[in-house]
Each structure stands twice: as C-alpha cells, then as structure tokens.
C-alpha cells in the first residue's frame, strides 16, 4: 500500500503594499501624502511592530498639528487686523452723535472694514492734515539745507585758508623783472601792476599799458560778451601772482550820447574839487585827461582806513563806443590807528560805454555801461606778515570796490535821470509860452 505524506497547509503570506505597490494600484493618484496615508491603513501586526511605520504616523500627526497651529494663527492675525482697522477708522473719521439706528449701521460698517463718509466732519481735520504735510515737508527742508550749509562753510574755511596761503606768498615774495614777461602776450603774462607814480610820465605810461590790456581783460572776465545785467567777483592768479577781478554790467534806458557824457562827467568829477598834480593840465588835447592827488577814507563793514590816493584817468572816444581808463596807487596814512597801516594796493579800472548788441524789444535808446577793476593787494616792505591781518585787508578791499561799483552806477543814473527831468521841464516851459 501507497503511503502519502501529509504535508501541513501553507498559510498565505501577508505582505504589506509598499509604495511601488500603491502607485500600481494609484495611478491615476499624484499627492505623496495621499498615498502615504492610503498605505498606512493598511496596516498589519508587523508593520505595527517596524519602526517606519511609527515613524510615518509620527510625521503625519506632527503634519496636522502644524496646520492646526497655522490655522489659529491666521485666525488670531485676521482678528488683530479687523482690530486695528476699526481704530484706525475711529481716529481719521469720529462718529458723529446721531440716533440708534445710524449709530448702529456706522459699526456694522466698520466691523466690515468699509470707510464710513462723514459729510458732517468739520472742515479743521483737513486743515490739520494739510498743516502737518507741510511741517513734515519743512522738517525735510530744513535738514537739507543744514546739509548744504555746512558744507558750503567747510569750503568757504579751505577756500580762505588757501587765498591767506597764497596772499602770503605774493606778499613776501619779490616782484619779477619785466625782462620775464618779454616773450609772452599780455593774455598769457596776465595784467601788469608795475606803476609809479612820481612823475606825470609815469601816470601817462601807465595808463598806456592799461589801455592795451583792455580787449585781453574783457576776455579773461568775458565782459566783451555778457550784456545782461550782472555784477561779479573773481581771484584771478598769473604769473605775477594774485588779484582781485571785479566787473559790472547795467543796461541803462538812455540814448548813447547822454550816458557817455553823464558817466564822463561823474569820473572827471565835476561837482567836486580836485587837486591837480600838474596844473599845467589845461591844453585842448589834454581835456580828457585828468592826475590827482587825494586822500580817500575807505569805509568797510567795521573797519575804516585812510589812504592817500595818487591816480589818472583818460577817456577815449571811439566809432562804437567810449573808453575811460585810471590807474592808481594807493598808500596808508602814516600815524593812523589801523590794522591797515602798513598795506596798500595797485587797481587800475575800466569803463566802457557802447550800444547793445541785441537791444530789448520796444526799447527805444538803450545804453550797456561796464566797469571793471583789478586790484593788487601790496604791504609796506620790512613789516612783519600776518597772515590772517593780510586775507582781512583782501576782504576788506574786495567789499569796498564792489560797494563803490554799485554806487557808481547808480550815481550815473541818477545824473541820468536828472538831465532827463531838466529836458522835460524846458520842453514844457517852451510849449507854455509858445
């Protein structure tokens, strides 16, 4: 008889799916945490004993306690927001006293976040705003210009202590010999400040060189192409050294002939006395030349100085236009309490009288009248240089020009204005008795 082996059953192994097994049966599924947690229920004694599927619930139960904590987060930031939106509302626009029910609808509107029109709010909350715009603008503003202010007075402190350094230089220094400047032009050399003034010769060379030095003088400060009224101030420096530069233009409403006469007439000084150098000075060829000698107190802004003052003047009539030039040398006082005593200066002059080139419309007679004068600050030799007394003597110079420019110009126009009126009364005082 056969004998036959039992063989004990076999029992059917549980696999757990892993996650190549889902995509098989997902497929149509593309969210990983889908699929994470369609694998974890499937679960089995022995995935419940293998330590990735602890971890795959620990990451799934920190997952929803994030988006827990995010959503109170959100809600907590939503009802701080809903918050400040109904003080802010509170502060821009004040609820004004009104019955129940439209008090009642004006929160409700705010509750929502919706601005709430107020026609009844008083005019002073616009005032308010706009005042404070303005001083938030003017706070700006003021910053600004306290920034440019300092840094316009840090220049002005090294601008000055370069012009002490090179005042000193010029002033302790000797003047070159004229043989230097034999083989340069008159532009290149720069104006000359040799004059002396002992001889009437030397007053009449003098006033020759400065009369050549007049179209190359123009150019430097470019007089020669400015016509619209201006007045201005330079520190020129050349071979020679440093010199002041100070020009002016003004466009007078007169004919040609009356403002070179009137300004003629101011220059030469014919309402006043003078006291020639040679008072042989009475030929016909020598009536537009004047030489004197005088004493002159110039007056600063607290600062006075008396000079005694040696000058020329000549005037040259031209086609175009009229020409008046002067030189002079001035020298302190001697005996006199002043920081001054021991300076002086050399400044020749110009003034030139011409028709404009592009006269104003509607304009009928018009005059440009520029004056322009070049000073070089001198010191008495063997006195002791002071460096800060020497850039005061500079400044001091530099204000009392510009203040006898001005005051030349409108001396002019005032003579000006007066001949006008004298005309004016004759021609009435003719038409009455005709």
């Given amino acids: 008889m056969e004998t036959t082996e039992l063989q004990p059953p076999e029992l059917p192994q549980l696999l757990l799916d892993n996650d190549d097994a889902d995509e098989r049966e997902w497929g149509s599924q593309d969210d990983d945490e889908l699929q994470e947690m369609m694998a974890s229920l499937s679960w089995t004694l022995e995935a419940a004993r293998s330590p990735h599927g602890k971890s795959r619930r620990r990451a799934r139960n920190d997952r929803y306690d994030e988006l827990e904590f995010m959503r109170n987060k959100v809600h907590q930031m939503e009802e701080e927001l809903r918050t400040l939106r109904l003080q802010h509302l509170d502060y821009l626009v004040p609820l004004p006293v009104s ?11 705010q ?6 029109p107020s026609p009844t709010a008083p005019p002073t909350w616009d005032i308010a705003a706009r005042q404070q715009r303005w001083r938030e603008r003017a706070a700006c503003e003021n910053n600004r210009l306290r920034m440019v202010l300092d840094t316009q007075a840090s220049l002005a402190r090294r601008l000055e202590s370069q012009m002490g350094k090179r005042i000193r230089d010029q002033l302790t220094s000797q003047a070159l010999p004229f043989s230097n400047f034999s083989g340069k032009t ?75 006469t009137a300004t003629w ?17 009475t030929l016909a060829d020598e009536s537009d030349t004047v030489m004197e000698e005088v004493a002159m107190k110039f007056t600063g802004k607290s600062t006075n100085a008396d000079f ?93 020009m510009v203040a006898s420019i001005t005051a030349t110009q409108e001396l002019v126009e005032s003579m000006l204005l007066k001949e006008a009126h004298q005309l004016l009364q004759q021609r009435d005082k003719e038409a009455s008795l005709a």
């Avoid at 000084?269 to 020639?276: A, K, L, P, T, W």
């Avoid at 000058?311 to 309490?337: F, G, N, T, Y």
């Avoid at 001198?378 to 800060?388: F, S």
């Fill in 99 to 109: 019955s129940p029910p439209a008090a009642t609808l004006a929160f409700s509107s």
């Fill in 265 to 281: 007439n101011h220059y030469r000084g014919v309402e006043r006395r003078r006291g020639n150098l040679n008072q042989n000075l």
């Fill in 111 to 116: 509750m929502f976040g919706f601005p709430v």
């Fill in 186 to 260: 008159a532009l290149d050399r720069g104006p000359s400040f040799e004059l002396e003034t002992e001889t009437v010769e030397s007053l009449r060379i003098g006033l020759n060189t400065a009369l050549e030095e007049l179209d190359s003088v123009f150019d430097t400060n470019g007089l020669d192409r400015v016509e619209p009224p201006s007045t201005d101030a330079r520190i020129r420096e050349d071979v020679s050294g440093m010199y002041l530069d100070i020009f002016a233009t003004k466009l007078l409403p007169f004919d040609f002939e009356t403002t070179a």
């Fill in 308 to 400: 005694r003052v040696k000058q020329a003047l000549q005037r040259h009539v031209e086609p175009d236009r009229q020409v008046v030039v002067w030189v002079s040398k001035a020298e302190a006082v001697e005996q006199q309490i002043s920081a001054y005593s021991n300076f002086g200066f050399v400044d020749k002059g110009y003034v030139v009288v011409k028709r404009p080139k592009f006269p104003e419309q509607g304009q009928t007679a018009s005059t440009l009248l520029q004056i322009c004068c070049l000073i070089s600050p001198q010191m008495v030799r063997g006195c002791v240089l002071d460096v800060n007394t020497s850039g005061e003597f500079t400044e001091f110079v530099l204000s009392v």
